[in-house]
């Protein structure tokens, strides 16, 4: 999930496996669904169960990637990926390009998470 941005569809049937697991008593009997999968994402605290929405839980596994590739440029990650994809620039802008792989691509899907969110603070150097 770090890796690769998972379909939507992919996600959309891992939802329905876990919702499968966690309502129904066998596997032949159909359950029934005391509460929305919504409610039960919520965290513990605001009295959901803290289950994991994939889909988003995927999208921050892959911009801790490019978090990573932004704040250790010499890291083995940043550096083969520099090599092939943005040798002359930097991550956020950075293009696509002609045949990307799966994973180039789907760190491309999740760069404007992180730019939205990086901030310059001037401080004292502590």
Known sequence: MQCFLLPKAL?????????????????????????TWDFLCRPKCMGGMGFKNLGLFNKALLAKQVWRMFSKP?????????ARYYPRSDIFTARIGSYPSFTWRSICSVRELIHEGLVWRVGNGD
Do not use: E, H, P, Q
């Not at 032949?28 to 669904?33: L, N, S, V």
């Not at 010499?74 to 520099?82: I, Q, R």
């Open 74 to 82: 010499d890291c083995l990650l940043s550096k083969v990926l520099k």
């Open 11 to 35: 996600c959309r049937k891992l939802k329905g496996i876990m919702n499968k697991f966690w309502w129904t008593n066998n596997k032949t009997a159909r359950g029934i669904y005391w509460s």
